[in-house]
């Protein structure tokens, strides 16, 4: 595909929350086209969310939510080749990509994370995201960082 961009694909809402982020989230966590067992997961690790948040007013789609929103990154670096040398130029993140960025992050640190289950460690990295913390909050930070000690390279965006 030289010219033409790939059509985005129409995505259906899940089936608990009828919503289309949750079905985004799924078909990132699933591995080896197992659809039904990614959604049972997801949907273990946010009942176990609801169950840790129940004092606070906020249902679990909320509180998955606001953890996305959390480890969104605003900027990231990229390569750009000036010269010969290559410059990390700090560049604004596209809202699509913000949202995939976000996701891969967290099912990533969640895989990383020690536990029992993948609904556990998933629903742990909710809640460590929820309150700013965990390796996907850390990441974002550490991108906002290398773009803010490569500011001086950012006339080189294009």
Known sequence: MRKTSPKKRILLP???????????????????GKKS???????????????????????????????LENITPQVEVKGRRVGGATFQVPMEVRPDRKVSVSI??????????????M????????LAAYKEEGGAFKRKEEMHRMAEANRAFSHFRF
């Open 14 to 32: 899940d089936p608990v929350y009828g919503d289309k982020d949750v079905t985004r989230f799924v078909n990132n966590l699933m591995l080896d």
């Open 104 to 117: 891969k992050n967290m099912i990533l640190y969640a895989r990383k994370r020690t536990g029992k289950s």
């Open 37 to 67: 067992t990614a959604f049972d997961i997801f949907y273990d690790a946010m009942k176990m969310v609801e169950e840790k948040t129940k004092d606070e007013d906020k249902t679990a789609l909320d509180v998955w939510r606001k953890a």
């Open 119 to 126: 609904s556990e460690k998933l629903a742990a990295e909710i």
